[in-house]
């Protein structure tokens, strides 16, 4: 008898490869497809609340799908954007949505070009859902084909905001902190890595599942692994504390303006300096390195100097977050 596997809103992260692999047949799992000198993505947004400490579902969409083109190598120029609303949904914030959106795609430089809408029965869709596409044009193809042992795994700076944030609002937890998401568009940040001659190996920006995810994802099936260092990971004392108030590790937690840079370890130093001279990447750290003997695992050294696997999520607790 055949087992019946059915997704919900917390399917963790190995199913996530599962489904892209066995079911929609994907060869990669890059960012954004590299498509010979443009690169295109697309991504859908569902987040509660639609607007939350330092965004909303508006600038989410548009940076979430700016910084997946800075991840292949490519400079972001056109966004579309699809609107799936739900019947009742006021307009005032529809307009605030949009507004945002405006915003971010000017700060990030590029422009809206076109888009859609849909209305659905009240009760279809928890007020409004994002599809955004965008084109850039590839200013050097960054794909992972040339990550080898002894690269540099670089953070851009602290992790676990947005995850933690969001979820702290959401739940009511009544936790009372300043923390706010760090979402954000990373053009300037990352735009003057991508140009320069440093060798980058690959990016990747930790959303859903966070560094833990991602790390996981870059290494998954592969021939070599990373080995992190627990106390260089820049995580805020607010982070920590919730944490550990809700037993959920902040490598877990998702970010939504970070970026993870395997690099060169010839190029690492350098890196760190142009990532620090932008106040986006003041706290840009080395975490670890790349190393052939784990073989698609991923490794983290604890401040008591142990080790143990950092597992892919198998299940999210904090869903609907990006």
């Known amino acids: 008898m055949n087992e019946k596997i059915t997704l919900d809103h917390g399917s963790g992260g190995k199913l996530t490869l599962e489904l892209i692999e066995e079911v929609f047949k994907a060869e990669h799992s ?56 739900e019947s009742g ?11 945002s959106m405006i915003k971010e795609a000017k700060d990030a430089n590029v422009k809206i070009v076109c888009g859609d809408t849909k209305v659905v029965e009240n009760g279809k869709c928890d007020g409004v859902y994002i599809n955004t596409s965008g084109i850039g044009k590839i200013i050097r ?18 992790i676990g905001d947005h995850g933690f944030a969001i979820l702290n609002e959401r739940e009511n937890l009544g936790i009372d902190t300043k923390l706010k998401s ?23 920006d930790p959303t859903r599942g966070g560094l833990a995810m991602c790390l996981n994802e870059l290494c998954y099936g592969k021939d070599f692994g990373f080995e992190i260092e627990e106390s260089l990971i820049p995580v ?13 590790e902040p490598y877990y937690s998702a970010n939504e303006g970070k970026m993870v840079i395997i690099v060169d370890k010839n190029d690492a130093e350098k890196t760190i300096e142009i990532l620090r001279s932008n106040p986006k ?3 840009a750290t080395i975490i670890g390195e790349v190393k052939n003997e784990l073989k698609g695992k991923v490794v983290l050294k604890t401040a008591f100097g142990s080790k143990r696997i950092l597992r892919m999520p198998i299940s999210d607790k904090m869903p609907r977050i990006c």
């Open 236 to 248: 805020r004392e607010e982070v920590k504390v919730i944490s550990e108030i809700l037993g959920i």
């Open 141 to 158: 193809a960054i794909d992972g084909s040339d990550i080898k042992d002894g690269d540099k795994v670089i953070v851009s700076g602290y």
């Open 89 to 99: 949904f006021e307009i005032e914030q529809l307009k605030k949505i949009a507004d």
């Open 30 to 85: 890059l960012d954004a497809a590299i498509l010979g000198d443009i690169a295109f993505t697309t991504d859908s947004h569902s987040i509660k609340p639609l607007f939350f400490k330092g965004g909303d579902i508006g600038k989410l969409a548009v940076s979430g799908t700016v910084n997946d083109l800075l991840c292949v190598g490519a400079k972001p120029l056109y966004i579309s954007s699809a609107f799936i609303i």
């Open 281 to 283: 990447g003041r706290n």
């Open 182 to 204: 760090d979402v954000s568009n990373l053009v300037d940040l990352i735009l003057p890595i991508i140009e320069s001659d440093l060798r980058i190996k690959m990016m990747r």
